[in-house]
């Protein structure tokens, strides 16, 4: 019987290991959390939240806070949604962000829907200064906010669809869409995994439903993705090596085209929606830190990836614009809109404050003649 002890044994002792192997990513990942948020207690706020252009505002911190809080879910077709949540600074109804001061005063001008990403969304601002918070003041009008952080315009597509149809809605004669696009049909859809309309869960979601419910795949993930990990921290792969292969525009002009072409086509087929149920449709093409000439010194866009990520917009914006302008659409380029502004950015795209007041008086210039 000697046998079966040694074989048990065996057996016991190749589980413990495996057990030990299965544990180690996320018993690692917790105690290096925990230690970080030790060290880094005083400096738990997004360092965003410190900039001097945030000095005279007492909610800051608060924003950037709430904002760590904030959750996603899943969801058909638009992919994903900020869950509800009710905060100081944020508020989220049924996945949208509150808009202050969007009330119907009269019927001079239409009601406003704007759709985009987090800019749109408003990352960086509380609910009263989100740019349509601002807009709807400003021109005293019903306004909607129904951006949503990292999405593409593909995505706005899609959720302004799902309202018309989960609403019943087929007059839309006194509605004025707004998609407000540019830096997540860039920044995301330009990167080398990316193909065709995908957004950056596509990869993801492709992978956990092609692996199965039980799989060896599936269960060493965990340990793939930390090996992954620590060889990246520990320099085993360069890290201009991995920023240099993230994007695919600036080296591929048939990946910029597709993905400038799609955009645009993507405004154009909302365009189409809309105004064949008698509204009006307008598309902006949006401001980033890379284009014009806006007052940037204080950041620090120069990372491992800045460079990389400011080549995609250097290619890929003209090629907006120019197949733009050439189809049946409102076009707008707000993409210099902050030119010599010098407390607008607070990252390669979001904005404070002051950003919005500026955009909101180009806004309210082109939107309500």
């Known amino acids: 019987m000697s046998w079966i002890k040694v074989i048990l044994l065996n057996i016991l002792i190749t589980f413990s290991l495996l057990g030990m192997l299965l544990l180690a990513p996320p018993m690692t990942y917790f105690l290096y959390s925990v230690i970080t948020k030790i060290e880094n207690k005083s400096t738990s706020i997004d360092r965003r939240a410190y900039l001097d252009l945030y000095n005279d505002i007492p909610w800051a911190e608060v924003h950037f806070s709430e904002y760590s809080k904030l959750s996603t879910t899943y969801y058909d077709f638009i992919t994903w949604r900020k869950n509800d949540f009710k905060g100081e600074t944020i508020n989220i109804t049924n996945g949208v962000r509150a808009t202050t001061g969007s009330q119907r005063y009269s019927n001079d001008f239409p009601d ?159 365009s189409d929606l809309v105004t064949q149920r008698g509204g009006t449709f307008t598309a902006i093409l949006q401001p980033v830190a890379y284009v014009g000439s806006p007052n940037i010194t204080y950041l620090d866009l120069n990372s491992i990836y800045g460079p990389f990520l400011s080549m995609q917009f250097k290619v890929v914006y003209p090629l907006i614009k120019k197949f733009a302008e050439v189809r049946n659409l409102n076009f707008v380029d707000l993409s210099e809109v902050y030119n010599n502004c010098s407390n607008c950015y607070i990252d390669f795209n979001h904005v404070g404050p002051r950003g919005h007041e500026i955009l909101v008086d180009s806004l309210v210039q082109k939107l309500s003649q």
């Not at 800019?119 to 709807?136: E, H, I, K, M, R």
């Not at 921290?233 to 991995?242: A, D, E, H, P, T």
Request: hydrophobic fraction near 35%; proline fraction near 2%.
């Open 112 to 270: 406003y829907y704007f759709f985009g990403g987090s800019t749109t969304w408003g990352f960086g601002v509380n609910d009263d200064n989100t740019f349509p918070s601002l807009f709807a003041r400003r021109i005293n009008t019903q306004v909607y906010n129904f951006g949503e952080p990292a999405y593409i315009a593909r995505q706005s597509l899609a959720y302004l669809n799902n309202y018309l149809i989960e609403n019943s809605i087929t007059d839309l004669s006194r509605w004025h869409v707004v998609f407000y696009d540019g830096v997540n049909d860039v920044s995301i859809r330009c990167r080398s995994e990316i193909d065709g309309l995908g957004t950056e869960r596509e990869q993801q979601i492709q992978t956990r439903l092609a692996t199965g419910r039980y799989s060896f795949a599936r269960l060493f993930e965990q340990v793939t993705e930390f090996l992954q990990a620590v060889s990246r921290k520990l320099g085993m792969q360069s890290n201009m090596q991995v920023a240099e292969t993230t994007y695919s525009c600036s080296s591929n002009p048939d990946r910029a085209e597709e993905v400038a072409r799609t955009l645009v086509e993507t405004w154009q087929v909302a």
